[in-house]
């Protein structure tokens, strides 16, 4: 098992352009989820997903968007880059709440991500 | 809203124990967990605690859960160079969807 697979490990953007992160997971996970990870701040919910084809805001959703049209892919999407979107994007997958006792989310190793 | 707050860094001996604390502010939060991120990696589930226990251990680590003060913290015993990493805090908020909400994140140097 692969696990949470996360591509590409690293990007470059000017300001203005587009991108679209692809995070993987072969565990059968139900949930998924992009995190953003800025120093001195931790980690904060961007969107997330409770199954194939439905998506939902996080805490900081402005300028990012999602799709979920397989279970095993959740992409996050961002149209307009601007150099606030500088940081460590961490996509998760967990099973969903109820079935089991610690809801644990799997992390992928994370990609960096620098607007300029 | 909820807030979780942890010191930003811990600097041990090899051999020595290591103490990170963790506290929030959600009352009615049922799960408390801490995760383990590596340099370039992402993050790692070490232990959980549910909400109605007061403390968990599990080999090395030993969690203590004081919800009267709402704090939290991470006992690693004979910590070793391989523990270097930065460990997170996180509740799982009783409210809505039940995300997680994560603590800024403790790095944990561990000199020989």
Redesign the interface.
Known sequence: NAG?TQTPKFRVLKTGQSMTLLCAQDMNHEYMYWYRQDP??????IH?S?GEGTT?K??VPDGYNVSRLKKQNFLLGLESAAPSQTSVY?C?SSRP?GSG??????????TRLTVL | GED?EQS?FLSVREGDSSVINCTYTDSSST?L?WYKQEP??????LT?I?SNMDMKQDQRLTVLLNKKDKHLSLRIADTQTGDSAIY?CAE?SNTG????V????TRLLVSP
């Open positions: 949470v001195g701040m931790g980690l904060r919910l997330y409770v939902a996080g805490e961490f998760a709440l006792m610690d809801n644990e989310q799997f992390f992928g190793p994370g | 979780v930003l799960y967990y370039g990696a992402g993050l790692q589930l959980y549910f997170f799982r969807f039940q995300k997680l994560f603590g800024t994140g």
